[in-house]
T-cell receptor
Framework: GAGVSQSPSNKVTEKGKDVELRCDPI?????LYWYRQRLGQGLEFLIY????????KSGLPSDRFSAERTGESVSTLTIQRTQQEDSAVYLC????????????FGPGTRLTVT | TQLLEQSPQFLSIQEGENLTVYCNSS?????LQWYRQEPGEGPVLLVT?????EVKKLKRLTFQFGDARKDSSLHITAAQPGDTGLYLC???????????FGEGTQLTVNP
């Protein structure tokens, strides 16, 4: 399909290891967002990319978290030295028009840190 | 930073009942959206409201944006088990700003 895809769908890692999560947005969508969702809770904003502008990194919880985006395509979220509190579902969303912000979400990556 | 408060946090009702979910803030929003999320999936957009006082209907769902554009409600008539899910409201302060999400309302409709 032509929706937002994320990989892997599930990731189990040991505490202290680094992980990389991938997001493929809908083609042509200029804006891309990463969110974290803990079990039974709402969405916690992490980072926002819009075209060639500097990303809004104000939601990243620590310097262990970073994200990159190549042009208007794939994005990767990297978590270094994972901790158990990083366990959550990481959701990616993209949108076509910045102003209206109607976001299309991927299915998420469930990260479990043991 | 905007804060969106949703209530109730949890709601469990019987099939056929009506319900209302609220989304409130002290901030004014240029637009507000409602999403529904089912287990194991990402949220799916239900509606966007942009005008104060606006009412939109989507089958048995009625969405209202407050006159002052600070709050919104979602009313479901004759709820069905298929309505079960996490309902999230999200607002943008200006047309160029990112969305802020509420904590969500977990709705369970029992057959």
């Amino acid at each position: 399909g032509a929706g937002v895809s994320q990989s892997p769908s599930n990731k189990v890692t040991e505490k202290g290891k680094d992980v990389e999560l991938r997001c493929d947005p809908i083609s042509g969508h200029t804006a891309l967002y990463w969110y974290r969702q803990r079990l039974g809770q709402g969405l916690e904003f992490l980072i926002y990319f819009q075209g060639n502008s500097a990303p809004d990194k104000s939601g990243l919880p620590s310097d262990r978290f970073s994200a990159e985006r190549t042009g208007e395509s794939v994005s990767t979220l990297t978590i270094q030295r994972t901790q158990q509190e990083d366990s959550a579902v990481y959701l990616c969303a993209s949108s076509l028009v910045q102003g209206v912000h109607e976001q299309y979400f991927g299915p998420g990556t469930r990260l479990t840190v043991t | 930073t905007q804060l969106l408060e949703q209530s109730p946090q949890f709601l469990s009702i019987q099939e056929g009942e009506n319900l209302t979910v609220y989304c409130n803030s002290s901030s004014v929003f240029s637009s507000l959206q409602w999403y529904r999320q089912e287990p194991g999936e990402g949220p799916v957009l239900l509606v966007t409201v942009v005008t104060g006082g606006e009412v939109k209907k989507l089958k048995r769902l009625t969405f209202q944006f407050g006159d002052a554009r600070k709050d919104s409600s979602l009313h479901i008539t004759a709820a069905q088990p298929g309505d079960t899910g996490l309902y999230l409201c999200a607002g943008a302060e200006t047309s160029g700003s990112r969305l802020t999400f509420g904590e969500g309302t977990q709705l369970t409709v029992n057959p």
